[in-house]
């Protein structure tokens, strides 16, 4: 393979796909070596048909907001590869989305539910629908009317959505009251449900904690732990509180939150009644960060500014894409951060990839660490075809276990000769791998 020729050709395909290129070319770069050692893969062309989604599908979403006003959003599903089981991957609902979003979201989650054990292919959605400051009718309509066009799409051995960004368990049980009523069938189409109608226990935290316990198995490579460290977190939605709660639970202090508006710095730590304040916020659709520093003393609200400025031990970015940049992974750097782990798809940039690993730092891409909850919207799969319910602990357990085997199979495909263990070039080399060769099984499709 010849990564520069094949991204080339991408890029003039795909003009201004800035994302879904720089998901690819970090993929294709770690697992160059491998590939071009296994020739058969390149006699199949598994390359070129893994980087071209297997379908995109498109609709037009009409909706009426409390006014009796007409809007119209797009709305997507981006069927990657479904090699290793059926498509799976959750729905964005953000004035951001596009296609290249999606398509870097849809390509990333086919290695990542690869490396989570569990057969689950690759897929995203979404909609440019911005969910802020509507009312819970408004949202109500707009996932009615956007799974009148998802639902002949999807279902439970074909295509499992799930939340992401914007969509969380509201969302998901609007979605899923209109899916029922078109198809008649209660089943696991959808995971992220509510525990009392087929929702997996741990699965709102799952991300979070999963994300912790990532951190943790790095950790202890170097004897280390959570205890008394001082941790930054960027964003406060599904996966940043849980990865807020989990630090605190295992004895760190959690510096920082953030907004897409600035970031709270709290000495104090962020726990307890705290979180629950936000996430009483959050239910009621309320913006968190400006009120907590208003609530709680000592806290400081510095506007417009991202948590990486200030010193910690380890820091978990947990908002979105390309939040983390050069000069954010220096000051990390600068200030004694030993361990960054990623709960957001995609947050650090190349540049700062490359000076977490020139400096040597634990670094953990979101495709293995933030896969607790996709592994965990598996096990919600299972539950549902089993129809049975697992107690909380059972799930945690398999979410700890998936998360260690998860940081085994990186550290197997990415360490160096000086033992440092490179988990982009591990964690990109596993998932392809078992992909790959449920592609090479099946034949030309
Ligand atoms: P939520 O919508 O619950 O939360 C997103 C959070 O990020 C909110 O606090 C939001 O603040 C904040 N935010 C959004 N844009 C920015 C920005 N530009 N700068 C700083 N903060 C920002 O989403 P999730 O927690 O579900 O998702 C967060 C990330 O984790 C995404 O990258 C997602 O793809 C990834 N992920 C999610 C999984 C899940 O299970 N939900 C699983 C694996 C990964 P505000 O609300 O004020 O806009
Ligand atoms: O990015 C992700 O892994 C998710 N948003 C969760 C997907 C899922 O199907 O649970």
Redesign the pocket.
């Known amino acids: 393979m010849n990564v520069t020729k094949i991204l080339n050709g991408l890029e003039a395909k795909h003009p201004g796909e800035s994302e879904y290129l720089q998901a690819v070319k970090e993929v294709l770069e770690s697992i160059e070596t491998i590939y071009n050692e296994n020739p058969q893969f390149e006699a199949a062309g598994i390359i070129e048909r893994v980087v071209e989604p297997d379908r995109i599908l498109t609709f037009k979403i009409p909706w009426l907001d409390d006014s009796g006003k007409v809007h119209v959003n797009l709305g997507y599903r981006v069927q990657f590869n479904n090699a290793i089981g059926p498509y799976k991957g959750?729905l964005r609902f953000h004035p951001s989305v596009n296609l290249s979003i999606l398509k870097f979201?849809g390509f990333e989650q086919i290695f990542k539910n690869s490396l989570t054990t569990l057969p689950m292919g690759g897929a995203k959605g979404g909609s440019d629908f911005d969910p802020k400051g509507k009312s819970d009718a408004e949202i109500m309509r707009f996932c009615q009317a956007f799974m009148l066009e998802l639902w002949k799409l999807i279902g439970p051995e074909t295509d499992v959505p799930a939340?992401?960004?914007?969509v969380?368990g509201r969302e998901i049980g609007f979605l899923y009251g209109m899916y029922k009523k078109l198809v008649r069938e209660h089943n696991g189409v959808l995971t992220g449900k509510g525990l009392n109608w087929g929702g997996s226990k741990i699965r709102p935290e799952a991300?979070g904690f999963g994300n912790v316990y990532f951190a943790y198995e790095m950790l202890s490579t170097k004897g280390l732990s959570f205890e008394g460290k001082t941790v930054t977190v960027?964003?406060?939605?599904?996966?940043?509180w849980g990865a807020v709660s989990k630090a605190t639970e295992l004895g760190a202090k959690v510096v920082t939150i953030?907004?897409?508006d600035g970031y709270i710095y709290d000495p104090n730590g962020i726990s307890g009644e705290k979180i629950d304040f936000m996430l009483e916020l959050r239910a009621s659709n309320n913006?968190?960060v400006a009120p907590y520093a208003e609530e709680f003393e000592g806290a400081i609200f510095h506007a417009g500014k991202r948590p990486w400025e200030v010193k910690c031990d380890i820091a978990l970015p947990?908002?979105?894409?390309n939040?983390l940049n050069a000069q954010d992974a220096q000051n990390l750097v600068n200030n004694g951060c030993i361990c960054v782990s990623e709960?957001?798809?995609m947050p650090s940039t190349p540049e700062a990839i490359e000076i977490f690993h020139k400096n040597k730092l634990l670094f953990a891409p979101?495709k293995a660490s933030?896969a607790g909850?996709?592994a965990t919207s598996g096990l919600e799969m299972s539950q549902n075809s089993m129809k049975y319910a697992w107690a909380s602990a059972d799930v945690d357990d398999k979410l700890r276990r998936i998360m260690k085997d998860i940081h085994e199979a990186c550290v197997k495909y990415g360490s160096q000769p000086d033992g440092y263990v490179d988990y982009v070039k591990g964690a990109n080399i596993a998932g392809f791998l078992k992909v790959a060769e449920a592609m090479l099984d099946q034949g030309i499709i």
Do not use: H, R
């Open positions: 959750g979201l939340g992401d960004i914007g969380g991300t960027s964003g406060f939605g599904n996966v940043a953030s907004g897409p913006d968190i947990c908002a979105t894409q939040e709960g957001a798809n979101g933030n909850g996709v």
